[in-house]
């Protein structure tokens, strides 16, 4: 309960740190994103998203004029592994802002496409013994939807929907009751955010290195890096026991990675603009950890490979795990809701 209990402290600073820098710094909050690209998952006809809470437009202005330091950065990235854990969309003229466009509610419901990962993408035999980086991986895709609907649940309680049974609704997507069993889902929330926050920590040098080249116009960068939440022992729990078992099955690490990329491609079956464009920061936020912690042999990645949109898709990534932390503490208590 320690290793959870220690980010309940210095997890509102962070925040309040992390919102600043992203909405400063344009390279942390625009995105270039297809929005047109179709579902190859699932063989029915997806129903759109008919509220206009779920549209985007992109920047009216040209961001190659604006920022040519993020255009030119994202025109290099058809360098992608192909074995590599994820990658962004190729980037074209139209870029989004997810400080323009935050995460909320907008109507759209999800659920045939969560089922989807669950049921597909995530593991389904058992986790024991060298099979344990199985589980590993499951939790980090319920971390993520976690995440999501926090966001979604905090929106709601904010700007209620007719009929709305709020408890009931925070229940069913938190899997919190009382009495009850703890919640996995509140569980899976921290063991990832733990992953995010050592992924940026060995990341930090390359992140300072840009920050002091001019790549990354973000004068509170080094702050973020400084940092309290980022000293915390105790977060080297969650990524030492998914290093440990992932170091005794590195012949099928590879599944992993294919499953990941997967995630990335099953977004385009998201028909809500806004949660396409959230959902593919997040998952890259995420490949993005695993792919500094884990690399491709289980023996950690090079940051200093890492690409603009993914070192700023696991910034964003790790200020949405924060967010649904500081909610989750605020509503159920904390870690105090996992046991």
Known sequence: ?????????????????????????PSLHLYSIDLLAGCEYLPLELEECSSSTCEIYPLDEDVSELHPEITSADSSDHAFRLDGWARMDMP?????????????????????V???????????????????????FN???????????????????KNPPAGLDFDAELARRLGVSSPGPPSPYVSNLYFSYMLLLTALKKATPRL?????????????????????????????VAPNTLISHAQSAV?????????????MRVMNCVQCGKCRLHGKVAVMGVSTALQILL??????????????????????????????VDFVERKLGGPAAIY
């Open 139 to 157: 939790r980090v895709v319920s971390g993520l939807h976690t995440s999501i609907n926090c966001h979604i649940l905090e929106d709601m309680e």
């Open 1 to 25: 309960m320690s290793a959870y209990a220690s980010l309940t402290p210095p997890n509102p600073s962070f925040l309040s740190s992390l919102s600043s820098l992203i909405a400063s710094t």
């Open 208 to 236: 300072l290195a840009d920050c002091g080249s001019g790549s990354i116009e973000a004068p509170l960068l080094p702050e973020v890096l400084a940092h309290p939440i980022l000293e915390l022992e105790d977060t080297d």
């Open 92 to 112: 074209n003229e139209d870029y989004y802002s997810i400080v323009d466009y935050t995460e909320s509610y907008t109507e759209y419901d999800g659920g045939v």
């Open 251 to 263: 012949p099928a690490l590879w599944k992993a990675r294919m499953r990941t990329r997967e995630l």
């Open 114 to 136: 969560w089922r989807m990962i669950h049921d597909k993408i995530c593991f389904q035999d058992k986790y024991t013994g060298a099979d344990a980086w199985r589980f590993d």
């Open 295 to 324: 690399g491709n042999e289980a023996c950690g990645g090079d940051p200093m490979t890492l690409k603009r949109v993914e070192l700023a898709s696991l910034i964003a990534t790790i200020a949405k795990f924060s967010s649904a």
